[in-house]
């Protein structure tokens, strides 16, 4: 084990500072264990933590007690306390450790990927497991679950205006209109975000309270539009596939042609294969 030193704390620091402070970078240093949690001599936690083969000690801010040492010797990642807490005591460089739910889990920066897909958040960044150990990719920001497992980001893109009174709204709760909305959508749309598959789109639920009086809203206003959605669902479903079969035989009929054969004899061929089955439909009597 390496000792630490004064570069090697400033280089951590530094680190953190950059990663955490970026607009659009990736907010966390992931593959760091969870060495030790202590007292300070204020009675803050002191966290010991082993990243690239380096030992070094972050504060958290919060008083030490008796869950701080509950996950000790477990792999995970780093999070600046500022960005995660509503309290104006943090220090700058205060972090918390967050463990991976998949503790086989592991950053791989050498599988990250570039690309952009406006509007969605796409699968960039590089990890391993032991379910996937030949890697895989999510989503920027995003720390996947269970085996590598989270759901991708299938969102569309809408745009609308909103007048002054419902900015005055959200202004009531602290809110943006996009957050206000985007609570609402997740209610009404019985969205939950699980950690063992976090959501790559970031929508979730305010509760079950909520979800239900957003779908009960949406049911007052306008229950008389409501349509069967399933039965649409199942009918474009069999449109699609119809239309598949379709382009199936089209495909054996050209490769038939292709081969030199007569498109007019194959077609006689099937009409009549195809009075033939129907009947052995109509003189079947399980077909009654």
């Given at each position: 084990m390496?000792t630490?030193?004064?570069?090697?704390?400033s280089?951590?620091q530094?680190l953190?500072r950059?990663?955490?402070?970026m607009?659009g970078?990736?907010?966390a240093?992931h593959?760091?264990?969870?060495?030790?949690?202590t007292?300070?001599?204020d009675?803050k936690?002191i966290?010991?933590?082993?990243?690239?083969g380096?030992?070094h000690?972050?504060?958290?801010?919060?008083?030490?007690?008796?869950?701080?040492?509950?996950?000790?010797?477990r792999?995970?990642?780093l999070?600046?306390a500022?960005?995660h807490?509503?309290?104006?005591?943090?220090g700058?460089?205060?972090c918390?450790?967050?463990?991976y739910?998949?503790?086989?889990l592991r950053r791989a920066?050498e599988?990250d990927?570039?690309g952009?897909?406006?509007g969605q958040?796409?699968?960039?960044?590089?990890w391993?497991?032991?379910?996937?150990p030949?890697?895989f990719?999510a989503?920027?920001g995003l720390v996947?679950?269970e085996?590598?497992?989270f759901?991708?980001d299938?969102?569309i893109s809408?745009?609308i205006?909103?007048?002054p009174?419902?900015?005055?709204?959200c202004?009531?709760?602290?809110l943006?209109?996009e957050?206000m909305?985007?609570?609402?959508?997740?209610?009404a749309?019985?969205?939950?975000?699980?950690?063992r598959c976090p959501?790559a789109d970031g929508?979730?639920s305010?509760?079950?309270d909520e979800?239900?009086?957003?779908?009960?809203?949406?049911?007052?206003?306008y229950?008389g539009?409501?349509?069967?959605l399933?039965?649409?669902?199942d009918n474009?479903h069999?449109?699609k596939?119809?239309?598949?079969m379709?382009d199936?035989?089209a495909s054996?009929?050209d490769?038939?042609a292709d081969?030199?054969?007569?498109?007019d004899?194959l077609?006689?061929?099937?009409?009549?294969?195809?009075?033939?089955?129907i009947g052995?439909?109509d003189?079947d009597?399980a077909q009654?």
């Open positions: 390496s630490p030193t004064g570069d090697d704390t280089a951590m530094d953190l950059s990663a955490l402070s607009p970078d990736e907010p240093v593959n760091v264990v969870l060495v030790d949690v007292p300070d001599t009675g936690e966290l010991t933590v082993e990243w690239a380096v030992r000690t972050l504060s958290t801010g919060h008083q030490f007690n008796e869950f701080s040492q509950r996950e000790v010797w792999h995970g990642y999070v600046r500022a960005h807490s509503f309290s104006s005591h943090q700058e460089d205060d918390y450790f967050r463990a739910l998949d503790q086989s920066p599988l990927a570039g952009d897909c406006p958040n796409r699968a960039v960044i590089g391993r497991c032991d379910a996937k030949r890697g990719r989503p920027l996947p679950g085996a590598g497992g759901i991708p299938e969102t809408v745009t205006h909103v007048p009174e419902f900015v005055r709204l202004r009531h709760y602290q943006t209109p957050r909305l985007r609570g609402f959508v997740g209610d749309s019985d969205i939950h975000n699980w950690t959501r929508y979730g305010n509760g079950s979800r239900y009086m957003a779908q009960g809203w949406i049911d007052r206003a229950e539009l409501k349509v069967d399933d039965a649409i669902e474009e069999a449109l596939e119809g239309a598949y379709r199936g035989f054996f009929f490769e038939f081969a030199g054969g007569s498109p004899k077609i006689d061929a099937t009409h009549a294969l195809l009075q033939q089955l052995q439909l003189s009597p009654e």
